[in-house]
């Protein structure tokens, strides 16, 4: 019976503590997600006066966060192949430290532009290893939830750093962007890799024992562990799949509808907002940006909260085709946005 509860994804009590632990430190990476895009909105009228900064060199600075992205997105399915899910986790989580502490020492924009990128780096993995990360530890009947988690911590990361930013300096908000990273990279010591990462680079003994720990001590888990196994064969069974597959006859119209729709959402503008909301309500009108951007924070997080099961897409399954794995490798690549 425990076995087929575990095949059909009905945790209990008992077998959730690891699966929700290592779903609390993954999301740490959600959370540096958020504080690297809320933090040069309360932060603009600070850096530019301590550093002299003219208006274009600060947008750069907000701005080259998304290449930074971008860059770290492209290449976060080959660094999670090869490093593991928690090895992408913990090189992510560097980048942010490398970034957030060149961001706190700087005296140029320099400095900050490579601060700024380095983060941006990060976040960009993370974007792509954290959802992954958790749809493969997670029990079926959670995954949808817990995969959510992700953009629910991303908006949470955002609004408290733009709270926060409204209260200290700038440098002592780089700071606090340390935070998350540093939880990130302790408590991955302490949780298992993914046990489908484990059985793909053929880790069987520590496949199992991952499994075990993420089920618990005394469950079944011969029947789930079959299930994973016969998944990967069959995946690994299939043709090798490339970029340009996905323009092939079969492909081209879902390629087409779901990058476009990609592509027109994030050219909608709203993160030139997100990264300039301080500045942006000021210029508005506003004798301070603090109280707007503080309340489009708490916004945010709001329109999360009904919607648990958001970012489930195609996830949700557990398995990513090859070629669904490369479309979410193209919805990593279409988040350069500017400001204009």
């Known amino acids: 019976m ?82 593991g899910r928690k090895g992408a986790m913990r090189a992510s989580a560097l980048f942010c430290v490398v970034g957030w502490l060149a961001i706190f020492l700087a005296q140029s924009a320099a400095s900050l532009d490579f601060g700024r990128f380095c983060t941006g780096f990060g976040v960009g993995v993370f974007s792509y290893v954290v959802p992954v990360f958790i749809a493969e530890i997670a029990p079926k009947a959670l995954r949808g939830v817990l995969t959510a988690l992700n953009q629910l911590l991303v908006c949470t990361g955002l609004s408290v750093t733009y709270i926060v930013g409204t209260m200290v300096s700038w440098r002592m908000l780089a700071t606090a962007g340390l935070v998350p990273c540093i939880i990130l990279i302790v408590g991955l010591f302490f949780i298992p890799e993914s046990p489908r990462w484990l059985a793909k680079v053929g880790r069987q003994k520590e496949f199992e024992i991952a499994l075990q720990r993420l089920r618990g001590k005394n469950a079944d888990v ?69 109280l707007g951007t503080i309340l489009m924070g708490c916004i945010q997080v709001k ?22 794995s490369a479309l979410n490798k193209i919805r990593g690549a279409c988040t350069i946005k500017c400001r204009i």
């Open 2 to 83: 425990a076995a087929s509860e575990h095949l059909l994804g009905r945790p209990t009590g008992s077998t959730l503590g690891m699966v929700m632990a290592s779903t609390g430190v993954a999301v740490m990476g959600s959370f540096a997600f958020g504080v690297a895009i809320g933090y040069s909105a309360p932060t603009e009228a600070g850096i530019r006066q301590d550093l002299q900064l003219t208006l274009s060199q600060y947008s750069v600075f907000g701005s080259i966060l998304t290449i930074g992205a971008m860059i770290g997105a492209v290449a976060s399915g080959y660094i999670a192949d090869v490093a």
């Open 222 to 290: 011969f029947l789930e562990a079959e299930e994973i196994k016969e998944f990967i064969e069959s995946i690994e069974s299939l043709p090798k799949a490339g970029i340009q597959d996905l323009f092939s006859r079969s492909y081209i119209c879902p390629v087409i509808i779901r990058v476009g729709l990609m592509v027109f959402q994030q050219f909608v503008g709203i993160n030139g907002i997100l990264f300039y909301a301080s500045e942006t309500f000021v210029s508005a009108g506003f004798p301070s940006g603090n």
């Open 303 to 324: 329109i999360m909260l009904p919607h648990p099961g958001a970012e489930v897409g195609i996830l949700c399954e557990g398995g990513r085709s090859k070629k669904t």
